[in-house]
């Protein structure tokens, strides 16, 4: 019943707008988490014009391999075992090196099997070496016969959704320290950066949020950047019911109807992916126009304050919970939640289409 279709014009779309915005930077694609729900190698296909795809699983990338895709493939997180590296190697992946570990791990791999980015940790403090032990990673990578080429550098920013934040600008120092006048190529910017940060473009740009066509800045939405968002989430209503003022609905009887009511009751719900926690406060779109809830959103179902509608809303009406005309940026933020996580909590009930 729920589906999410994807408009792949719009993929391009924001494809276009992002190497407007990084002239002379390469797009290396962030298709990670099944393409932030939007379908792994659909997505691929209508990016046919990205320089790489990014990836943060092995298994992902085998998946776009086994459909014929022929770009580099970054592997963000790399491998942790040797099954993996070898895959790695198998399909022609691109690794992502960010601990002692992996370095071993590598020693173990055929001469020239991968092109390898150094993660250097320049704040995130999550993966990478620190910038004082990424000259000496550096000089054990390119030591090894299984690194072709030079080792090239990546880092990531915490805080680029922060204009004018002090934490991105000591990150971008320390990694212009750890990597001044050596080879290889440079990657630095996601989304946010790209949006924020002109200094971060960098050989490589690392876009995910923006080709689907969501801002990651608070309060804003992909079109005030030029973005269209590439999916619509619809589900349709599967009953109609006339309330007196004063009835309850829902799970708690959470909202009261004020005023003689139609419901419309759509399925769709957190069994779905569409988020509980919006409360009473979300709005839909039927017929074009916003509609709010009426009460929780329960698992498979959710009601609708469709009393303004003229003439009267009929079972089969399709119901649009984000895309364009509603963003899921503004549902994001009614649920507390960031636009990343309800793009990729879509569930498997859910079909996508197009793309
Ligand atoms: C290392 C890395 N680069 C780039 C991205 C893309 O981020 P965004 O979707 O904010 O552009 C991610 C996603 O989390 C990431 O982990």
């Known amino acids: 019943m729920a589906s999410a279709t994807i408009d792949t014009s719009a993929l391009r779309h924001n494809l276009s707008l992002v190497r407007a915005r990084a002239q002379g930077s390469r797009v290396m694609a962030v298709v990670k988490a099944n393409a932030y729900g939007h379908g792994l190698v659909p997505v691929a296909r209508a990016l046919a014009e990205a320089d790489a795809f990014a990836v943060a699983r092995v ?23 040797a099954d993996q590296r070898d895959a790695a190697a ?124 969501a801002s990651p800045m608070r309060g804003a939405v992909g079109a005030d950047h030029g973005l269209r968002p590439a999916m619509t989430l619809r589900s349709q209503v599967i009953a109609v019911k006339q309330i007196a003022p004063g009835a309850r609905v829902g799970y708690g009887g959470a909202w009261t109807a004020r005023r003689a009511t139609t419901l419309a009751i759509a399925a769709i719900g957190y069994g779905d992916g569409y988020p509980r926690s919006v409360g009473t406060d979300a709005a839909v779109r039927l017929r074009g126009r916003r509609l709010p809830l009426a009460g929780r959103v329960s698992m498979d179902m959710l009601a609708i304050d469709a009393t303004d509608l003229e003439p009267v809303v009929r079972v089969g009406e399709p119901v649009v919970l984000w895309g364009p005309g509603l963003p899921v940026e503004v549902v994001a933020a009614t649920a507390g939640a960031i636009p990343y996580e309800l793009l990729c909590g879509i569930s498997q009930r859910v079909a996508v289409e197009g793309g």
């Open 59 to 81: 298994e992902e990338g085998v998946a776009l391999r086994r459909a014929g895709i022929a770009q580099p493939i970054v592997v963000l997180e790399g491998v942790f075992d």
């Open 90 to 213: 198998e399909f022609r992946f691109d690794l992502v090196v960010h601990s002692a570990e992996q370095i071993d791990l590598l020693r173990g791999a055929a001469p020239a099997s991968f092109k390898v980015w150094l993660k250097i940790d320049t704040g995130m403090n999550r993966l990478g070496f620190e910038a004082g032990d990424a000259a000496a990673a550096r000089a054990a990578l390119g030591a090894l016969d299984a690194v072709r080429g030079p080792v090239h550098s990546f880092t990531h920013l915490a805080s680029a959704d922060e204009p004018g934040s002090t934490a991105t600008a000591a990150q971008l120092a320390r990694f212009e320290a750890a990597t001044r006048g050596l080879p290889g190529e440079r990657s630095i910017a996601n989304s946010a950066a790209l949006l924020n940060v002109p200094a971060a473009r960098a050989d490589w740009v690392r876009p995910g949020l923006l080709l689907y066509g």
